[in-house]
């Protein structure tokens, strides 16, 4: 399946109950194939209204870090695991991850990226089955996935600014 028409899927999926409270879903976007792609957990508010990922204030921290790590937003490929947005914010459910993970996984199928940077302890659960964010990041696992921060993780510890920029420095040249 080509890329617009996964999207298309997706827009209109109603496989979770996520489906009835969103207003929009939110696919990802960015180049595709695409040398590095970016998950992050699920959509918010903004990325709700607008359905565009990380369009709200973890999205501008990101912005700022990908200029940072000399990386600019058009040439990465964001998602999350989750295309809609759960209500209040809450962390996504095991069965909303299992049922929405095949869209990531058609994705990455599509997109073939050389690396694929986990933002956050649910994408890494999601892609890896790993917890603990803090252990693993900065580190290439199965050749291909780079676990780092969460921007919204980063946007209340701004401590963690530095090392998430160094990550996303490792997505663009791992062997530096
Ligand atoms: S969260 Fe995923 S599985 Fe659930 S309705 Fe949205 S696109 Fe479908």
């Not at 690396?115 to 890896?128: D, E, I, K, R, S």
């Not at 603990?132 to 291909?144: A, C, F, H, N």
Request: proline letters at 7%.
């Amino acid at each position: 399946m080509d890329l617009d028409r996964l999207h298309e899927k997706i827009r209109l999926c109603q496989l979770c109950d996520l489906s009835l409270n969103r207003i929009k879903a939110v696919p990802g976007e960015g180049p595709c194939p695409a040398e590095i792609m970016l998950v992050g957990e699920a959509p918010g508010r903004e990325e709700d209204l607008e359905g565009r990922p990380f369009v709200g204030r973890a999205g501008r921290l990101l912005d700022k870090a990908l200029a940072e790590a000399d990386l600019q937003r058009y040439e990465v490929f964001i998602t999350s695991v989750i295309k809609c947005r759960p209500p209040d914010n809450r962390r996504p459910k095991r069965h909303e991850i299992e049922t929405c993970r095949p869209y990531l996984e058609a994705q990455m199928k599509v997109l073939n990226p050389r690396v694929v940077c986990l933002m956050g302890n649910v994408a890494t659960q999601a892609v890896l089955g790993k917890q603990g964010v803090t252990s693993l990041r900065g580190q290439i696992w199965q050749d291909r996935f780079l676990v780092t921060y969460h921007p919204a993780a980063v946007l209340r510890n701004r401590n963690l600014m530095k090392d998430f920029v160094s990550d996303l420095r490792k997505a663009k040249m791992p062997k530096d």
